[in-house]
Nanobody, 124 residues
Framework: QVQLVESGGGLVQAGGSLRLSCAAS????????MGWFRQAPGKEREFVAT????????YYADSVKGRFTISRDNAKNTVYLQMKSLKPEETAVYYC?????????????????WGQGTQVTVSS
């Protein structure tokens, strides 16, 4: 069974940091671009960050540039999202996803495998 499992979420104070992990199982995703998305209560899911298959191309939502870092370890079949200077409005469920292609993309329609999400709560 192919699956992505996120971990590392939790409760953090504003200005704090968290590191999310996304572990893949059932198949290797070393040839796929990966992405992180988030969905806040009452809002649509939005793009956060994406990384191409070998880590050579990274893209971020404007709102997280300079504070979030996406990375991957293909040997471990794992993708990470390091988040710093977190804000209360970034409280959301964070999802990891695998794209159909090697190319990093912000388009959710290009992702066909999704994790179950991990809750991040930022208190003020």
């Amino acid at each position: 069974q192919v699956q992505l499992v996120e971990s590392g979420g939790g409760l953090v104070q504003a200005g704090g940091s968290l590191r999310l992990s996304c572990a893949a199982s059932g198949r290797t995703f070393s040839s796929n671009a990966m992405g992180w998305f988030r969905q806040a209560p009452g809002k649509e899911r939005e793009f956060v960050a994406t990384i191409n298959w070998n880590g050579g191309s990274l893209y971020y939502a404007d709102s997280v540039k300079g504070r979030f870092t996406i990375s991957r370890d293909n040997a471990k079949n794992t993708v990470y999202l390091q988040m710093k200077s977190l804000k209360p409005e970034e409280t959301a469920v964070y999802y990891c996803a695998a794209s159909r292609s090697r190319i990093a993309t912000m388009r959710q329609s290009e992702y066909d495998t999704w994790g179950q999400g991990t809750q991040v709560t930022v208190s003020s």
